[in-house]
C-alpha cells in the first residue's frame, strides 16, 4: 500500500518538478535615452555625444542564474558628422539617424529574489540604419544612409546592467562599434550608451 502512495505521489508530483526546471521566460517592453557619438581613428579629430531615445520591446529567458535576451529596438539618434568636407561644407553636421537594433545578450544573475533581481551582461548588437535627417542654413532634409557614406549595417559589442523591481525594469547599457561607421579610408566606430524603463512580465 505504502509503495503504490509513494509511485502515485511521484507520478503526481513530476510535472512540477520538471516545470520548475524549465527556463522562465520573461517578455519585455520599453523606452528611453541614449547618447550617441562617432569616435575617429585621427590625430585632432573628435565628436560630441547627442542625445536621442529608443522604443521597443523582445524577451529574455532564465534559468537558474544566467540568461539569455533578445528582441528588437528602434533607435533615434544624433551624431556628429565630422567628415563634413567631402560635401564641401565648412561645418560639421549635427544629424538625427533612425535605425532598427537587434541584441543578443547572455548574462549571470547575481541577485534573483522574488521581488529584486540584478543582471549584468554582455552580447552583440546588430544595428541597420534607416533614413535620417539633417539641417543645414536653416533647411531640414532626409537622407538615405549612403547618401552620407554611413554604412546601412553595423556590428556592436554591448555591455550592461539592468534590474527588475517587480515588474519594472530598469537597463543600463553602452555600446562599442565593431566594424566601421562611415564607408571612409578614416577608422570610424559609434559608441553609444542607452537608459530604458520598461516592463518585465
Not at 38 to 57: D, I, K, M
Not at 85 to 98: A, H, S
Not at 134 to 145: D, L, N, Q, R, S
Request: with cysteine; proline share 3%; glycine share 10%.
Amino acid at each position: 500500500m505504502m509503495k503504490k502512495f509513494l509511485l502515485i505521489a511521484g507520478i503526481w508530483m513530476m510535472p512540477m518538478f520538471v516545470w520548475a526546471q524549465q527556463p522562465k521566460m520573461h517578455l519585455k517592453f520599453f523606452g528611453g535615452w541614449n547618447a550617441k557619438a562617432l569616435v575617429y581613428r585621427a590625430e585632432g579629430a573628435g565628436s560630441e555625444y547627442l542625445h536621442g531615445w529608443q522604443t521597443g520591446g523582445g524577451f529574455r529567458v532564465m534559468k537558474r542564474l544566467a540568461f539569455l535576451e533578445t528582441g528588437i529596438t528602434f533607435v533615434n539618434s544624433g551624431i556628429t558628422y565630422q567628415l563634413a568636407e567631402e560635401f564641401n561644407i565648412d561645418e560639421p553636421l549635427e544629424v538625427r539617424i533612425r535605425s532598427l537594433q537587434f541584441p543578443m545578450n547572455i548574462g549571470y544573475v547575481p541577485v534573483k529574489k522574488t521581488l529584486f533581481k540584478c543582471f549584468v551582461y554582455g552580447g552583440l548588437v546588430n544595428e541597420f540604419s534607416l533614413m535620417g535627417r539633417f539641417t543645414f542654413e536653416g533647411e531640414t532634409e532626409k537622407f538615405a544612409p549612403s547618401e552620407l557614406r554611413i554604412h546601412t549595417y553595423n556590428l556592436g559589442a554591448r555591455f550592461g546592467t539592468q534590474v527588475d523591481l517587480g515588474m519594472i525594469n530598469v537597463d543600463m547599457s553602452y555600446t562599442i562599434g565593431i566594424t566601421n561607421s562611415l564607408q571612409s579610408r578614416m577608422r570610424t566606430n559609434s559608441h553609444g550608451a542607452m537608459i530604458s524603463l520598461g516592463l518585465a512580465l
